[in-house]
């Protein structure tokens, strides 16, 4: 959760430097680069709402999330071990490490998450070309 926090607090404090960067931007006689320092401004402060939004959404999913300890199928909050790795189906944080073994954190609308979502201990799915094999779901 502190990742996320951490980018929301990035992408705000991004987008203010844009929009000031774009409000601060001087006429002068070269009209032209007023105008595209301007908008390159709007652009990057554009792009930082985005990831805002996406990072605070995130936070909210998480927040609702019901981890239980015990799990037929893999579904949102899972933990998915496969023989190559180990999956949180939850958020897109990447990699993190969790005493000391790395877990791929990964978004619930992920196309990965998609192929492992509903599949059990035993099942295969094919990534990447990659075949990954569940061996457990917590």
């Known amino acids: 959760m502190a990742l996320l926090i951490e980018r929301i607090a990035f992408a705000q404090s991004a987008m203010r430097a844009a929009q000031e960067a774009a ?3 001087e006429k002068s006689s ?3 680069k007023y105008e595209t320092s ?3 401004g709007q652009l990057a402060r554009d792009m930082n709402a985005k990831q805002l939004a996406i990072a605070q959404k995130e936070l909210s999913e998480l927040q609702l999330l019901t981890i239980s300890t015990a799990s037929q199928k893999v579904g ?3 933990l998915v071990v496969c023989n190559e790795r180990v999956f949180f189906i939850a958020v897109g944080l990447g990699n993190i490490l969790v005493e000391g073994k790395s877990i791929a954190a990964v978004s619930i609308h992920a196309p990965l998450s998609k192929l492992m979502i509903g599949k059990k201990t035993g099942d295969a799915f094919l990534f990447n070309d990659k ?3 569940i ?3 917590v």
Do not use: P, R, W
């Open 135 to 137: 061996k457990q779901v």
């Open 23 to 25: 409000n601060n931007e």
């Open 76 to 78: 949102i909050g899972s």
């Open 131 to 133: 075949t990954f094999l």
């Open 30 to 32: 070269a009209g032209d």
């Open 38 to 40: 301007k908008a390159m």
